[in-house]
């Protein structure tokens, strides 16, 4: 028998109240640790379906409800595997004292307040290209990260803090050949450079270009499992790319990878 909406409603109480928001507060948490890697969109996929199949069970469709709730229980074997790290990071961060400290009950409790506000991307353009070209004038292979609406925070902790303000001498620097930062990528986020040596996934795809290298490798892994922007320069021929959405620009002049920059970061 169908349950009318109303009753539903009806034996909402203080305790439901306190039970949604301890795991609202849980799923926020475990969405911060996910934020900017590929699980972020499993984390979601799996959300989707456990909501769907508590619809599903209010209105009594049994047979559904019974696959679903299947699928589900499988599912948390699949979670053990798909989200290992993330669960390790998530046992950590529980064990640790950065989880009593005060700034981080600040930050939940300021969640709605953060989702409603705008967050205005800026991006000194000029020092990016600078830099790039400069690099590439001496064949100097380079692999720069610009950060959207994802925080790439899971990457960032692979490499070195650096929290250093945008200048193209600032990345010349970094990537010099002698330079102990000069391997792996460089994350800018917010107009500022927040890591180097960061450690990025390659991409899986088959029929990748023989002619690229790791850095492009890596660019395209990137761009596959986020929305950030890669650029790379060549060690070899010093040819600047841009990479979005897994898809190498190639041999770039300056106009063309401002066009881009400029045409990728007001999306």
Not at 71 to 87: D, K, L, S, Y
Not at 172 to 195: C, L, Q, T, W
Not at 211 to 237: C, K, P, W, Y
Request: contains cysteine.
């Amino acid at each position: 028998m169908l349950t009318p909406l109303y009753i539903l409603f009806l034996s909402f109480g203080i305790i439901d109240a306190i039970d949604i928001f301890l795991v609202a507060v849980m799923l926020y948490q475990l969405y911060k640790m996910v934020k900017g890697t590929a699980a972020v969109n499993i984390f979601i996929g799996l959300a989707s379906i456990y909501i769907f199949w508590i619809i599903v069970r209010a209105f009594e469709f049994d047979m559904l409800g019974s696959i679903l709730g299947k699928f589900i229980n499988v599912g948390v074997i699949a979670i053990m595997v798909v989200f290992q790290q993330e669960i390790r990071k998530f046992l950590l961060y529980i064990g640790s004292n950065d989880f009593l400290k005060n700034n981080n009950w600040r930050n939940v409790f300021s969640f709605a307040k953060r989702v409603g506000s705008s967050n205005a991307f800026t991006l000194d353009v000029d020092a990016v290209i600078n830099a790039c070209f400069n690099m590439s004038e001496s064949k100097t292979g380079a692999l720069i990260v610009i950060a959207r609406k994802s925080d790439l925070k899971f990457y960032v902790n692979t490499g070195e803090t650096v929290d250093s303000a945008l200048t193209d001498k600032m990345l010349e620097n970094i990537f010099y050949k002698n330079s102990p930062m000069h391997d792996g990528a460089v994350i800018i986020k917010d107009n500022r450079i927040v890591a180097a040596r960061c450690v990025l996934p390659v991409t899986e795809k088959e029929n990748f270009p023989s002619n690229f290298g790791m850095r492009h490798r890596a660019a395209v892994g990137i761009t596959e499992t986020t929305d950030a922007l890669a650029i790379t320069v060549s060690e070899q021929t010093g040819a600047v790319s841009l990479t979005e959405k897994g898809e190498i620009n190639s041999n770039l002049n300056r106009d063309k990878l401002r066009y881009l920059i400029e045409k990728n970061i007001k999306h």
